[in-house]
Nanobody
Framework: QVQLVESGGGLVQTGGSLRLSCAAS????????MGWFRQAPGKEREFVSA????????DYADSVEGRFTISRDNAKNTVYLQMNRLKPEDTAVYYC???????????????WGQGTQVTVSS
């Protein structure tokens, strides 16, 4: 079992920045690829970004490429999502998730956090 707890969400104006954190406990964090997903009201959960277990590989949704940066600190059992130049369409609940393999599909991820709300005002 892996327990995941997100933090860092909040209300920010268009163009602002936030950094989300996801703290993991349980099984060795460093053996899992990590991903960030988001879900806006009335929409399906969508992929945002992923990072491999050693951090050598990353992937981003086209909608956030160049604005968001994923990183991880295996010594701290934490994965981060730095979000810059935020837009109103980035408003959603953001979830971190852990997977035994690197990927962008939610079904590949076994463990999920409870989510943190990000609201971008126009």
């Amino acid at each position: 079992q892996v327990q995941l707890v997100e933090s860092g969400g909040g209300l920010v104006q268009t163009g602002g920045s936030l950094r989300l954190s996801c703290a993991a406990s349980g099984r060795p964090f460093s053996t899992y690829a990590m991903g960030w997903f988001r879900q806006a009201p009335g929409k399906e959960r969508e992929f945002v970004s992923a990072i491999s277990w050693r951090g050598l590989h990353t992937d981003y949704a086209d909608s956030v490429e160049g604005r968001f940066t994923i990183s991880r600190d295996n010594a701290k059992n934490t994965v981060y999502l730095q979000m810059n130049r935020l837009k109103p369409e980035d408003t959603a609940v953001y979830y971190c998730a852990a997977s035994p393999g690197f990927g962008t599909v939610p079904q590949r991820y076994n463990y999920w956090g409870q989510g943190t709300q990000v609201t971008v005002s126009s």
